[in-house]
């Protein structure tokens, strides 16, 4: 798929399932942009910033994809967006995020919103792992290019706390062999 222009497809998805509330007059900014290339290992972000908010989409990722992949990821972008701007909350795939998230599936059957892609990393993406993350609850693991501190294990945290962030879900690094 070539690069789609974001903007008319971030407007009816506002429309059709945000009714609009995300990108009236009176609120700050929303910028939706591409990725320079760069972001390699996930299909897209939400980043809250003071006056300024945006959703950047990975260029190498949905690129060579169908078009279903943009829709569904712009719409998990927009939710992350619709919680922060228009609900005012802290939430990352909690359950408002849910909520919403089967709505829109409810709503349309072209694309499907999920919570995890399992889209292909393109070539030269996977760098050697140099840490292996690992949940001491459900044996778990994932390699990591660096210790990140304070991450817990989403199946478990999701599991055992209703989707919050816990303590008792930390994940323990230990070297990649």
């Given amino acids: 798929m070539p690069i789609e222009p974001l903007l008319p497809l971030f407007h009816r ?12 007059l009176e ?18 972000l939400y980043r809250r910033g003071p006056g300024i908010s945006e959703i950047v989409l990975s260029r190498p990722l949905l690129e060579p994809l ?8 712009l719409a998990h972008e927009m939710i992350h967006a ?6 005012k909350r802290r939430e990352v795939h909690g ?18 919103v999920r919570v995890r892609h399992s889209y ?3 070539k030269g993406a996977a760098q050697t792992a140099r840490w292996l993350a690992r949940c001491q609850r459900c044996g778990s693991s994932a ?11 989403r199946a478990c945290c999701e599991a055992l706390h209703g989707g919050r ?7 323990e690094f230990v070297e990649a062999a």
């Fill in 143 to 153: 390699p990591y290019r660096r210790r990140v501190s304070g991450l817990a294990c």
């Fill in 27 to 44: 609120r700050p900014r929303l910028v939706l942009r591409w990725s320079d290339g760069r972001m390699t290992r996930t299909a897209g």
């Fill in 82 to 87: 619709w919680i922060d701007r228009v609900l």
């Fill in 66 to 73: 169908p078009r279903e992949a943009l829709l569904g990821t």
């Fill in 165 to 171: 962030w816990h303590p008792s879900c930390l994940l």
């Fill in 95 to 112: 359950p408002h995020f849910r909520s919403r998230m089967a709505a829109i599936n409810a709503a349309q059957s072209s694309f499907e």
């Fill in 13 to 24: 998805l506002d429309r059709e399932h945000f009714e609009g509330s995300l990108a009236p």
């Fill in 120 to 122: 292909p990393l393109p």
